[in-house]
């Protein structure tokens, strides 16, 4: 059995559920009027279907109102725009058996099923015969005077201005419904969007040591493995070191001292030129001060001419041997700060002589040294790679997706063989080999997880109107550090932030954006354009916005809500 219950528009939910609980039927049509306090909320919705379905009873919705209509289908309730009322057929007044047969008193059923208005009165069965013959009677005298009638009956001609008036009225009512009707009107809007992050505290426990701790589902622990890998390298290295046994250009040079006082200069103190050829010069020297001439007004440097040597190898490492040999120059004292650089220098004014260029290359202490780290940091590099490539193939395997923590503190290293020859030192080579061996140990942890916790997190951060772009949180967007460490308990513990973009929510298939389009729908349904594009760029869920009417010609937006789309702006 069905029972109808109206309820008025500002009736709560307590008043709703005591009339329906005094019902006996089991199945109730809720009437629910547009805008109706029971449609302000889904959670009202929820809960009295929760109540009546543990009453065992079913729920249908009766209403006009669009947004009463999306909620109760969110929640899956029956709803239907108007109550359908089986159709009640009358019999045929040809039949006079028809007029006498009881049938006649189902016309007056009352069905207690479904409310209905009835627009019959009751009749007895005396007058519905006598109804029967009078129209008898009648039919008989219609069809004796048919033939009079059709004789005398004259065809006129319609007037074609009256006709013409009609169309013209039937066009001007057309366009005037299709002014009223038709216009439509699509809003554009980008919604207005901000960065938003977030950060978690995780602990990424060794999947060997914290078995139990990962059984328990803890929602911030992340399963992590120890991966060893083996890299070696044999490399070729250059020897740098030079024996030089040519000899080294010698000259002079006048020193030139523009200060007022003395100057005194160490041995083997360095005059260098622009090529960056070093002369020194063999004693330890005193420059004398400038002099002040007051017959001629003027300063008169002091002058000091020394001998000097080449060094062997000039400031870039480079023999110079008959690179010395160079015409007279100008020298500056490399060791001094440039103001006192503008005070004293050297010139030569005759070239240098007596330089020959003859070196030899030979490895030396320092080159095995050089050697020894380069070979290291470069297995160090190549382990790093080879810890990936041992963790992809692992998650081929295993159908995972582990990444290596990249943090140079959890990669540890151990040199595991270096050989050199052992009468490589001393010896006269342009080149030398040297092989090393070490073991790099690295932790990994999973990925997917990881991601996934915090694309869970940052979407609980959210505003309530707003969501969260999916394009927007992708793995690039992931950053951490280590904060602390346990090796005991194998656990390390990171701070991990991911970043996204969120954006109101504008469509309609969204409580949020529902509520959002009825009431800009609602706002500038008959305004100008212009008007309705200022009222919706100031809204605070908009970023921008565009419309487009039609017919093209529109300066004002339709007046019937429904006739206005609001869909989002492409990107550009």
Known sequence: MKKVVYIEIDEEITSIYDRIKRVKQKEIYLVVPRKAVLFQSVVNLKILSKKLKELKKKLIIITTDRMGRHLAEQIGLPVYSQIEVEEIKAPEEESPKM?????QARRNEVLRDLPRRFTEKKITIGELIKEYRAQSKKNKKDSKGLGDSMAAFNFVRPNRKFLALILLVSIGLFMLISYIALPGATIYIRPKFDNISHTVNITLADKRQNQNLLAQNEPHVIAS?????VTKQTKVFNTTSKIFEGTNATGEITIINTALEDWTLKNETRFQTEEGVIFRIQESVV??????????EIEIPGELTVSVEADSFDIYDDPVGDRGNIDPSIFYLPGLSDYNQKLIWGESYSPMTGGVTAFQKVVLE????AATKQIEDNLILMAKEDLRNYIEEMNNLNHTNFVLLDDRRYLKTELLD????????????????VFAKIQAEGVAYDFDQL????????????????RIRDESINPDTISYEVIDEDEDLGQIKITATIQGIEEYVIEESLEAGLRFSTKVKEKVAG????????????????????????PVWLSTMPKIPDNIEIELMEEQ
Request: hydrophobic share 35%; net charge negative.
């Open 287 to 296: 420059v004398p001060s400038a002099i002040y001439d007051e017959e001629e």
């Open 225 to 229: 493995e120890e991966v060893v890998t």
């Open 451 to 466: 991601f996934a916790l915090l694309k869970k997190e940052l979407k609980t951060r959210t505003h309530p109107d707003m």
């Open 366 to 369: 320092e080159d095995i040294e």
């Open 418 to 433: 270096l050989r050199i020859s052992d009468d490589l030192e001393g010896s006269y080579k342009d080149k030398f080999e």
């Open 99 to 103: 007029r006498i047969e009881p049938i």
């Open 527 to 550: 305004l100008s354009l212009e008007e309705a594009e200022n009222y919706i760029n100031n809204l605070t869920e908009v970023d921008a916005v565009q419309i487009k009417t039609w």
